[in-house]
Each structure stands twice: as structure tokens, then as C-alpha cells.
């Protein structure tokens, strides 16, 4: 099946800061989604980009499906961004999402 | 917010007994989904429904089972909680276009 890999899996700054997430994924995708989970465990979807490039306030999203990658930029990182980002791709007429294991960011005051 | 709602949101049980978790929504969404978390290893789909009694499998769907005799309501029962099956339990709904959303979880632990 589909591999997904995200990077780094944990990351720590200081607020204010701008950070990249990656996400690599091993076969063609159709849907790709990324998920923030917040320290009290609600998972909230921050985008839905098979392709291209979407932003939204200080977040945005880039995926190159011919590459197989995906990038979410946090910018000037907030204390309320902490918690674990997840990517999550689907492939072609399936309705099984594969997730990352995540990346884990602190955002110190 | 899609509607979403757990029960129950924790719960406690010992091995060898059933468990049956509730996913409930109130926005009509034909897609449903149960997944399970664990320290290491992200998200991994259990089961999923695509209508009333239309049900399949996911990447981690033994001994599991699923019921939905209705679109608001989506169920996962353990027959036999057993102490792996600890976990916290996510069920997701699929919104527009092909997003999921998530119910707040429901923690698990089976002693």
C-alpha cells in the first residue's frame, strides 16, 4: 500500500517564526489532506490539496503530485499552532485515507 | 464544527467484554469512517460506511465490527475488548469535496 512519510517528526520554536512541514507519499494520490490536531486532541482539517496551492491566513499548502510531495508553511508560528500536524493521501476510486505519523511542533513564548 | 458527536468519550473496560462505541451526526453525510490512534503510529482507518447498511474494511479492521441501520448513526463494537485494542477512536465524516472531519474521540483503555 501507499507509504507516507512526514519531516520532520518533531519541531520546536520560538513564536514568531515561519516553519515548513513536509510530507512524502510513494504512489500517485488523488486526495491529500492535512490535519492539525490540537494539544486537547480535536483533530481539525486545515486543507484538502491533491494539487497546487492553497492558503489560508498564515497557513498555506503546496503539493506536487508529479513529485509526490506535499509542504504546509506555518507562518510567524503562533503558541496556538503547537500540537501534531498530519498529512493524509488517498489513492484512485479508494475511500482509505493512509496518515502520517505526524509532525509534533512546540511553539514556545 | 460538522455535527459530530462521541459516546461515550471515555471509557473503561475489562478483557473479554463487548464494547460498542456511537458516532453520531446530524448533517445527512453518507460517508462515515472509524479510525483508531496510537503513540507511533498516526491514524489507521478500522472501518467505513458509504451508506445504511453498506459497510467495508480498512487497514485494521480485526476484531472489529460495524453497524448502520441508519444514515445518523455508525457504530463499532468490539466483541471481545481485548487489552491491544486500547486506543483513542476517532469517527470521521466525509464533507465537500472528499474532506474529512472529525468527532471529538473516544479514549479507550481495556485492563
Known amino acids: 500500500g501507499i507509504q507516507v512519510e512526514q519531516s520532520p517528526p518533531d519541531l520546536i520554536l520560538q513564536e514568531g517564526a515561519n516553519s515548513t512541514l513536509r510530507c512524502n507519499f510513494s504512489?500517485?494520490?488523488?486526495?491529500l489532506q492535512w490535519f492539525h490536531q490540537n494539544p486537547w486532541g480535536q483533530l481539525i482539517n486545515l486543507f484538502y490539496?491533491?494539487?497546487g496551492t492553497k492558503q489560508n491566513g498564515r497557513l498555506s499548502a503546496t503539493t506536487v503530485a508529479t513529485e509526490r510531495y506535499s509542504l504546509l508553511y506555518i507562518s510567524s508560528s503562533q503558541t496556538t499552532d503547537s500540537g501534531v500536524y498530519f498529512c493524509?493521501?488517498?489513492?484512485?476510486?479508494?475511500?482509505?485515507?493512509?496518515f502520517g505519523k505526524g509532525t509534533k511542533l512546540t511553539v514556545n513564548p | 464544527d460538522a455535527g459530530i458527536t462521541q459516546s461515550p468519550r471515555h471509557k473503561v473496560t475489562e478483557t473479554g467484554t463487548p464494547v460498542t462505541l456511537r458516532c453520531h451526526q446530524t448533517?445527512?453525510?453518507?460517508?462515515m469512517y472509524w479510525y483508531r490512534q496510537d503513540p507511533g503510529h498516526g491514524l489507521r482507518l478500522i472501518h467505513y460506511?458509504?451508506?445504511?447498511?453498506?459497510?467495508d474494511k480498512g487497514e485494521v479492521s480485526d476484531g472489529y465490527s460495524v453497524s448502520r441501520s441508519k444514515t445518523e448513526d455508525f457504530l463499532l463494537t468490539l466483541e471481545s475488548a481485548t487489552s491491544s485494542q486500547t486506543s483513542v477512536y476517532f469517527c470521521?465524516?466525509?464533507?465537500?469535496?472528499?474532506?474529512?472531519?472529525f468527532g471529538p474521540g473516544t479514549r479507550l483503555t481495556v485492563l
Open positions: 470521521a465524516i466525509r464533507g465537500g469535496p472528499d474532506t474529512q472531519y
Open positions: 504512489d500517485s494520490v488523488n486526495n
Open positions: 490539496i491533491p494539487s
Open positions: 493524509a493521501v488517498g489513492e484512485g476510486g479508494s475511500e482509505k485515507l493512509v
Open positions: 448533517e445527512n453525510h453518507r460517508y
Open positions: 460506511s458509504y451508506g445504511v447498511k453498506d459497510t
